[in-house]
């Protein structure tokens, strides 16, 4: 049998994590690694922040982006993080083209380098991927985007970037949605359908499973447990407000944010601050005994693309209680799972809740099924079409 020919990809994406922010993008990096694996890929990521003049922490996260290393290493991955000009106050529409302007030179050297012309494999559709799209069209590469979330749910409903995302989609070679409902939204704003694909996010099966010893409290009221940043669309508000309805439970929210403080008012007006507990953003490492000691994992987004907490946490052998927005349908469709909240509200939540607990599912049920979302047969797709775009455009 002949070996497969190399295949030769350059990742696009401002979504990645880097040696000032190590945990930026950690679900987009989850999915390369995966790739680069692979005996007979070959994979470069750019990886572009925004420029900034001054290093000093007065400035904050800008600050951070200029600290961020030409040039890296990340799991024997080689990273570059060229600059691009980013106007925060500015017309977004912009954004593509002034990504696309600023790392041309850097992805045209990049290119000249590769043995050959390379697939841009370009994560997030705005500006991301239209930038990766205008550098495709510049120097005659395919590209594939992957669409993740607010980026087919939030950005088209601008006008300026709506236009660019639909120009994009209508371009690239092929579309990866992480979810069958956000690929019927693609759909809807154009692109065509024997061109969009789910795969689905995966989980790390090794990483992500109960520790020796583990189990959930023996004793004491539920621990329910809500992962993720602290902003308007993760809607842990909802998870606090529920908590009144639960005599005696206890939530634990990781994670970090600018609603923190709001979030942290809102459990003292309620009279629940001795049982809402705030841990900050914890290092992935750390995540699987949290996932392991809570009895339920509580997700009461507004707005999802395909939600890894909710993998992690079947992975640890912790059931979900997920309102129901994209994605959510696609893992927890048996019992094991968890339930789906078809009404979002604080009232349905907690009622959901309830009834999970009046009959929780088995640990090693629930591990078992989560053995079927690992990330080898996503990754076999994905390589078999990024070899077929690769091969057309050849």
Not at 63 to 83: K, M
Not at 242 to 265: D, H, N, Y
């Amino acid at each position: 049998m002949s070996r497969p020919r190399r295949l030769q990809l350059l990742g696009f994406t401002k979504l990645y994590p880097n040696a000032e922010q190590p945990r930026h993008g950690l679900f987009v990096e989850a999915r390369l690694r995966r790739l680069a694996r692979r005996p007979a890929v070959d994979l470069r990521i750019v990886a572009p922040v925004p420029w900034f003049p001054l290093r000093h922490r007065r400035f904050g996260r800008y600050a951070a982006f200029a600290r961020v290393p030409r040039c890296e290493q990340r799991h024997g991955i080689a990273v570059s993080h060229p600059r691009f000009l980013s106007l925060p106050a500015g017309d977004m529409s912009l954004a593509p083209l002034l990504m696309a302007a600023s790392v041309a030179g850097h992805v045209r050297r990049l290119v000249a380098e590769m043995p050959s012309a390379p697939v841009i494999d370009a994560h997030f559709l705005y500006p991301d991927g239209v930038a990766a799209l205008l550098l495709g069209r510049r120097f005659g590469l395919p590209v594939v985007m992957t669409a993740r979330g607010n980026d087919v749910t939030l950005w088209p409903r601008y006008r300026g970037p709506g236009r660019w995302i639909r120009w994009a989609l209508t371009h690239c070679a092929r579309v990866v949605s992480v979810s069958e409902s956000l690929r019927a939204r693609l759909i809807e704003l154009g692109a065509e359908p024997q061109r969009v694909v789910t795969l689905r996010n995966g989980v790390d099966l090794d990483q992500f499973r109960p520790p020796v010893g583990a189990g959930r409290a023996s004793s004491g009221g539920p621990r329910l447990l809500a992962v993720g940043h602290l902003i308007e669309r993760k809607n842990h508000a909802a998870a606090i407000r529920a908590l009144p309805l639960l005599p005696g439970a206890e939530l634990t929210i990781i994670g970090s944010g600018p609603l923190r403080g709001e979030l942290e008012s809102l459990a003292r007006r309620l009279g629940l601050a001795g049982r809402v507990h705030f841990a900050g953003a914890l290092p992935p490492e750390e995540l699987p005994a949290h996932y392991a000691a809570a009895d339920a994992l509580l997700l009461p987004s507004r707005h999802e693309g395909m939600a890894n907490v909710m993998l992690e946490s079947l992975a640890c052998a912790t059931p979900v209680v997920a309102f129901d927005v994209e994605g959510v349908r696609e893992i927890i469709r048996v019992p094991e799972a968890g339930r789906i909240v078809e009404q979002r509200s604080p009232e349905a939540l907690a009622a959901a809740v309830r009834r999970l607990l009046a009959a929780p599912p088995r640990r090693e049920d629930t591990r078992r099924y989560a053995e079927t979302l690992g990330w080898e047969p996503v990754i076999d797709e994905l390589e078999v079409l990024l070899r077929d775009v690769a091969a057309a455009a050849a």
